[in-house]
C-alpha cells in the first residue's frame, strides 16, 4: 500500500516538476542572471532523477519486504527499518529542496514572476507524500517488531542455542543482505549511462559471489566478493575526488552525489570486515547444522510416529 501511494504522489510531483524544467527553460534573462538561471536549471533537471529513484527504492523495498519474510531474515528486516526511515527523510528533503529551488534573493525574481503557480502546484502533493511515509513508517515499525519476534524464535529452533553458531548465522545473514542495500543510488544526467553500466555490472557481480560463496561457503566466490567490494570503494573515491575537483560538472547534483557515495562508502566499510568473519567460520560447521535443522524439520512435520497405540505425534 505504501509503495502504491507513493509512486502515485511521486508521479504527480514528477508531472509538475517537468512542467517547471520546460518553463525555466523558455525564459530569457539577461547576463546577470544567466548564471542563476543556469544554477536553477541543473538544480531543477537534477531533482528528477532523484524522483526517479524514490519511485524505484519503493519497488526495491517490496521486494526486501517480501524476501525478508520469505527468508527470515532478522538482519534484513533491520536493514528495511533503516532504509525506511532513510526514504521518509529524504521525502521531508526533497520537499525541502522543491520548496527552495530558486533562491529569491539571487536576482531571479523575473523567472519566479513568469513560473507563477507552476512554481508551487506540486506542493500539496509533495506535503502529502510525508505524510503518508510517516504514517507507513510508523506502521513498518510496529509490524517490524512482531516479525522480528518471529524470527527470533525461528532462528532459535534452526541452530539451538550455541552461542556461537548464532553469532555466525547472524554474520552470514548481514553480508546476504549487503549487495542488496549497497546499490549506488547517485548519478548525475550527463553521467547516467557510464553510471548505470558500472554499477549494474560491479552489482550483479557482488551480489552473485556473496550468494554463492555464503550458500556453498566457497571461498574463491567470497575472494571476489571482498574484492568487489574493494574496486566499489575505490569507484566511489574516485567519484568524490570527480565532485571535488570539478564542481560545476555536477551542478545541481553535488550534494546529493556526495551524501549518498559516503553512505555507500561506510556500508563497504562495514561488510568487508563482516566478509572475513564469514569466511573464517567457513567449514566450522554451520551450513551441516542448518543443513541437519531444515532436513530435520521437513523429515519430520507433524507425522505420526509409528504405528503404535497410543498415537504420539511429534513436536517439529
Given at each position: 500500500l505504501q509503495a502504491i501511494l507513493a509512486i502515485v504522489f511521486e508521479v504527480v510531483i514528477f508531472t509538475f516538476h517537468n512542467n517547471e524544467i520546460n518553463l525555466i527553460n523558455e525564459l530569457d534573462l539577461n547576463a546577470t542572471q544567466s548564471d542563476d538561471l543556469k544554477t536553477a536549471f541543473a538544480n531543477a533537471r537534477s531533482l528528477l532523477v532523484y524522483f526517479v529513484l524514490f519511485m524505484i527504492a519503493q519497488l526495491f523495498t517490496v521486494v526486501?519486504?517480501?524476501?525478508?519474510?520469505?527468508q527470515r531474515n532478522t538482519i534484513q528486516l533491520i536493514a528495511l527499518i533503516v532504509f525506511e526511515l532513510g526514504m521518509t527523510a529524504y521525502s521531508f528533503i526533497q520537499f525541502h529542496q522543491s520548496s527552495t529551488l530558486f533562491d529569491e534573493k539571487s536576482g531571479l525574481s523575473i523567472g519566479l514572476h513568469y513560473l507563477g503557480d507552476a512554481y508551487h502546484n506540486s506542493k500539496w502533493a509533495?506535503?502529502?507524500?510525508?505524510?503518508?511515509?510517516?504514517?507507513?513508517?510508523?506502521?513498518f515499525l510496529f509490524l517490524a517488531y512482531k516479525l522480528y519476534l518471529e524470527f527470533g524464535w525461528h532462528i532459535y529452533k534452526k541452530i539451538g542455542a550455541d552461542l556461537a553458531m548464532r553469532v555466525q548465522y547472524?554474520?552470514?545473514l548481514i553480508v546476504a543482505w549487503w549487495p542488496e542495500s549497497g546499490q549506488d543510488h547517485s548519478s548525475t544526467v550527463k553521467e547516467l549511462i557510464e553510471h548505470i553500466i558500472l554499477s549494474c555490472v560491479i552489482s550483479v557481480a557482488t551480489?552473485?559471489?556473496?550468494?554463492?560463496?555464503?550458500?556453498?561457503?566457497?571461498?574463491?566466490?567470497?575472494?571476489?566478493?571482498?574484492?568487489?567490494?574493494?574496486?566499489?570503494?575505490g569507484y566511489y573515491i574516485y567519484t568524490l575526488v570527480q565532485i571535488a575537483q570539478n564542481p560545476t560538472r555536477f551542478l545541481g547534483s553535488k550534494a546529493f552525489l556526495s551524501f549518498f557515495l559516503c553512505v555507500n562508502l561506510v556500508l563497504i566499510l562495514v561488510s568487508v570486515p563482516i566478509g572475513v568473519?564469514?569466511?573464517r567460520n567457513f567449514n566450522l560447521g554451520l551450513m551441516n547444522h542448518i543443513s541437519h535443522a531444515t532436513s530435520s524439520s521437513s523429515a519430520h512435520g507433524m507425522t505420526p510416529m509409528e504405528k503404535s497405540t497410543p498415537r504420539r505425534w511429534s513436536i517439529e
Open positions: 526486501l519486504v517480501v524476501d525478508a519474510i520469505y509533495q506535503i502529502t507524500q510525508v505524510c503518508v511515509m510517516c504514517l507507513c513508517t510508523v506502521l547472524l554474520a552470514l551480489l552473485v559471489s556473496a550468494y554463492w560463496g555464503l550458500r556453498r561457503e566457497r571461498k574463491p566466490q567470497m575472494y571476489i566478493f571482498l574484492f568487489l567490494c574493494l574496486v566499489s570503494m568473519v564469514c569466511l
